[in-house]
């Protein structure tokens, strides 16, 4: 049986994120917040700039249009995104958390389109949840290798308090199915799904298998608005203001200082940054004000 919690509103106790090193939307922690306002963000590629690999951007061709729809997921506010093309075309589905078929389904339907592949930026049950329904049979899920193990049962590496919560608040048992079909990844691999170009890139401390991923592509509407030319999927690395918890079963604090270092600082200041959690960020901003990112 797949384990499917949908429905129900958390109060502001559960909404917070217990894998955040702080409650990154906080007034008080520094970090930009940009309004990507409502409905679905329009990605164009930045005219024909080309993009360095070592900074994480794809040298290639790129399509002029990307769609791209966000929406949080029923417990722990974990941002899901959607990205295509284009309307009636084929999607990526990133990190597909509690409860979130009911509303990716009406994305879909909407938009017309069809899921090639779910990308997961790391192992917690909050960015996968819904991993097994949303890929269904055919649809590949793709995970850092060291993080593959945790697709095996991640209900068994929670804190049981937490799981019993999550049953009282949604009223049913959680279990468990994995993917059928599961793809490892390493750092700096290179995919092309969905007539997209990403890169991996490895940046573990709040698991062993976090990974970022990179595009050279920014939402049309905010382009003005932080002069952004790229975009990094940050998953539960970085954050407005903070960064994930390396203090869970699997983190690792200096992994954490390193990824923060050698993968996080390295890139360009006008990289917009979607994050796992909480407010869309700038590289630039967060260099100058996180302070998890100073004096690394």
């Known amino acids: 049986?797949?384990?499917?919690?949908?429905?129900?509103?958390?109060?502001?106790?559960?909404?917070?994120?217990?894998?955040?090193?702080?409650?990154?939307?906080?007034?008080?922690?520094?970090?930009?917040?940009?309004?990507?306002?409502?409905?679905p963000m329009i990605l164009r590629t930045p005219g024909s700039r080309l993009h360095d690999g070592s900074t994480g951007r794809i040298p290639g061709r790129y399509p002029q249009v990307v769609l791209t729809i966000s929406f949080p997921a029923a417990a722990f506010a974990t941002n899901c995104y959607v990205l295509a093309t284009g309307p009636g075309e084929e999607c990526l589905v990133v990190d597909?958390?509690?409860?979130?078929e009911p509303?990716?389904?009406?994305?879909?339907?909407?938009?017309?389109?069809?899921?090639?592949a779910v990308l997961l930026t790391h192992g917690h049950v909050d960015h996968l949840y819904s991993v097994t329904p949303v890929c269904g049979g055919d649809t590949a899920a793709y995970i850092h290798e060291d993080d593959r193990y945790r697709l095996d049962d991640p209900i068994a590496l929670l804190d049981r308090g937490l799981v019993a919560m999550l049953e009282q608040q949604f009223g049913q048992q959680a279990t468990w199915k994995p993917p059928e079909r599961v793809v490892t990844v390493r750092d700096r691999d290179t995919l092309a799904l969905a007539g997209l170009d990403l890169t991996v890139l490895h940046a573990p401390g709040h698991t062993e298998g976090s990974v970022m991923f990179t595009l050279p592509t920014v939402p049309d509407q905010l382009r003005e608005q932080t002069g952004a030319t790229a975009t990094c999927v940050s998953g539960d690395v970085l954050f407005a203001g903070s960064i994930g918890r390396s203090d869970l079963p699997g983190g690792d604090p200096a992994a954490m200082?390193?990824?923060?270092?050698?993968?996080?600082?390295?890139?360009?200041?006008?990289?917009?940054?979607?994050?796992?959690?909480?407010?869309?960020?700038?590289?630039?901003?967060?260099?100058?004000?996180?302070?998890y990112l100073q004096n690394l």
Request: glycine residues 12%; contains cysteine; aromatic residues 2%.
């Open 1 to 39: 049986m797949t384990m499917t919690l949908s429905g129900g509103v958390l109060g502001p106790r559960q909404q917070c994120n217990p894998w955040s090193t702080t409650v990154h939307d906080n007034p008080g922690v520094p970090g930009r917040r940009v309004s990507l306002g409502k409905g």
């Open 257 to 291: 200082e390193r990824s923060l270092r050698d993968v996080v600082l390295p890139l360009p200041d006008d990289m917009l940054v979607l994050p796992g959690h909480g407010a869309v960020t700038m590289i630039a901003h967060e260099r100058a004000s996180n302070p």
């Open 103 to 116: 509303q990716l389904q009406g994305v879909l339907t909407e938009h017309r389109l069809r899921p090639t």
């Open 96 to 100: 597909p958390g509690i409860g979130v």
